[in-house]
């Protein structure tokens, strides 16, 4: 069994490995995030802007769900101004579920009820205490077993089967 570590009141299962990456708003932030990452990750994987030169989003963003897609990580932190354009990007790709949250109920209940593997944060939004807050519990949640909340997370897999379905024509 995973090791679990209680933090802020939170039971965190230990995790192998988990990326972050950032753009330029987000890299004040980044040693922070990948900080507290590191307290919960056996490996954490850092990509995107490596100081505040400008960077595209997009492209960050992408990287960085490559990490998912590949099996290498199972969830990746976003961060960039608002979360909003990451997040953007992200629910572009199939089989991702990325969503901005600056409160730890909406971390939590996003994996929870809709299986988010994503998780997209603004650093001109909220500063680093609260970050960790919603990050540990982005970290603690865990996909809900209950019926209702599977069924609803396969329609959305059957809703990027349909998107790829269309792309290829």
Known sequence: MAETLVARGLDIPRRNAIGIAC?????????FVRELLAEHCDEVIALGATSEDPVDFPDVTR??????????????????????????????????????????????????????????????IIGPQIAADVIRAFLAAQFSTEPQFRRRVEKLAEMDRARGAQDNN
């Open 63 to 124: 990287a960085a769900i490559d990490l998912i897609l590949s099996g290498k990580v199972a969830r990746v932190v976003l961060v960039c101004g608002t979360g909003a354009g990451a997040c953007i990007a992200a629910n572009k790709i199939a089989r991702i579920r990325a969503a901005v949250a600056h409160d730890t109920y909406v971390a939590r209940q996003c994996v929870e009820h809709d299986d988010v593997n994503v998780l997209c944060i603004g650093a001109w």
């Open 23 to 31: 753009d330029h708003a987000g890299f004040p932030m980044k040693a």
